[in-house]
């Protein structure tokens, strides 16, 4: 069975109030987002993985230090990756659960220091790629930045927040201002409810 573009959950023009326009949705989304899942559709016909979970085409095809992934491998990461960002973020952000702040505060000494070290992340990702919060093997909670579309389901993690810091899903609204588009989409973006509800 062919993979397929999930709908937005909002309106393209949903979220440009919070800082993403509805010309970075038409673009990110329709055109960016829509490639990948052509291109793994078109890579995995006939073959071993033909018929596979997303999941288990991201962890099967995953090579840890390779030079450069194969083409399945990073069409089926960044479908995945994208399909979980599109449903990290809303038009309203409103406030933290109760459980996931206090796990935010535990974990990195309160939200705030969450909130800049997960901007350091995607700051000083050189190139393109993602930061992440994410619930490690142990269950801690950590902060980690992944270069192209390397996720947290390669090395065996639980993705509770994901931040696209490839430049097509800022550069419309924030040109070369990554620290802003990251401050902003902390603060205005997230739909806080879907990251508590994946701890």
């Known amino acids: 069975m062919a993979f397929t573009l999930p ?3 909002y309106a393209h023009d949903a979220l440009a109030g919070a800082g993403m326009s509805k010309e ?3 673009y990110h989304h329709d055109k960016h987002h829509k ?4 291109k793994l559709n078109e ?33 089926a990461s960044q479908h995945w990756n ?8 809303g038009p309203k952000s409103g406030a933290i659960p109760g459980a996931l702040e206090k796990a935010l505060a535990e974990s990195f000494g309160s939200v705030d220091k969450f909130k800049a070290d997960f901007s350091a992340a995607g ?7 993602w930061a992440w919060l994410v619930k490690d093997k142990d269950g801690s ?22 931040c696209d810091v490839w430049e097509h899903s800022y550069y ?28």
């Open 7 to 9: 709908d937005l959950p």
């Open 24 to 26: 970075t949705l038409e």
């Open 35 to 38: 490639a990948y899942v052509d």
């Open 43 to 75: 890579l995995v016909a006939g073959t071993e993985w033909d018929g596979k979970s997303l999941e288990d085409i991201v962890t099967g095809t995953y090579q840890s230090g390779a030079v450069a992934q194969n083409g399945i491998f990073n069409n």
């Open 82 to 89: 994208h399909s979980q960002f599109w449903e990290m973020m």
């Open 123 to 129: 700051v000083g990702q050189f190139g393109s790629g």
């Open 141 to 162: 909670l950590k902060i980690t930045k992944t270069e192209n579309g390397v996720n947290p389901l390669c090395f065996g993690q639980t993705a509770l927040l994901g």
């Open 172 to 199: 419309i609204d924030f040109r070369n201002a990554r620290p802003k588009y990251l401050e902003n989409f902390l603060n205005n973006l997230v739909n806080w409810e879907n990251v508590a509800s994946r701890l």
